[in-house]
């Protein structure tokens, strides 16, 4: 049971390139999450999912983009990067709207 | 809307000694109250919750008592061992989907 996993770790992206963090998990989760962490300012939604299929905006959205073809995986797609998202990327998981189980976090470096 | 405020750190302690870490919260209504740790490298993980007023959490020597009167959900454990070095979040779910952080407070616990 590998609970909830994030690729890549890390990326080096230019200004203007695009990429997928991919999240997956095996616990059957209906919610799942995407966060990003910045210092000195917590974890801040971006979107989520409350099942297979549904996608919702968060907290800070704008410049992402996301999907859930399937219920175990969560993609979070940035179209043309920007230094404004270097950022520590969190996906989490959640069987009810509550407690939530985290990866271990993508950081991303865009130049 | 929601918010969770917390000590601004680091937090500085000896082996053994007592600690705090002060969180107050902003809601309507009835929200659910976290607390979750990030030790180095790693995803956060859920440390201890309460879900009504006068709950205590409680998890790893840790506690946490929710207080509707003050709106405060303050961590405390009676004595800390280096391995407690980590950071700490405060958050709270107000009957939705999504979580509220607050900006985390990195404890260093020195032998």
């Known amino acids: 049971n590998a609970g909830v996993t994030q690729t890549p770790k890390f990326r080096v992206l230019k200004t203007g390139q695009s990429m997928t963090l991919l999240c997956a998990q095996d616990m059957n989760h209906e919610y799942m999450y995407w966060y990003r962490q910045d210092p000195g300012m917590g974890l801040r939604l971006i979107h989520y999912s409350v099942g297979e299929g549904t996608t919702a905006k968060g907290e800070v959205p704008d410049g992402y983009n996301v999907s859930r073809l399937k219920k175990q995986n969560f993609l979070l797609g940035l179209e043309s990067a920007a230094p404004s998202q270097t950022s520590v990327y969190f996906c989490?998981?959640?069987?009810?709207?509550?407690?939530?189980?985290f990866g271990p976090g993508t950081r991303l470096l865009v130049l | 809307g929601n918010s969770v405020t917390q000590m601004e750190g680091p937090v500085t302690l000896s082996e053994e000694a007592f600690l705090t870490i002060n969180c107050t919260y902003t809601a309507t209504g009835y929200p659910s109250l976290f607390w979750y740790v990030q030790y180095p490298g790693e995803g956060l993980q859920l440390l201890l919750k309460?879900?009504?007023?006068?709950d205590k959490g409680s998890n790893k020597g840790f506690e946490a008592t929710y207080r509707k009167e003050t709106t405060s959900f303050h961590l405390e454990k009676g004595s800390v061992q280096v391995s407690d070095s980590a950071v700490y979040f405060c958050a709270l779910n107000n009957a939705g989907n999504m979580l509220t952080f607050g900006g985390g407070t990195r404890l260093m616990v020195k032998p």
């Open positions: 309460a879900t009504k007023a006068d």
């Open positions: 989490a998981s959640s069987p009810t709207q509550e407690t939530q189980y």
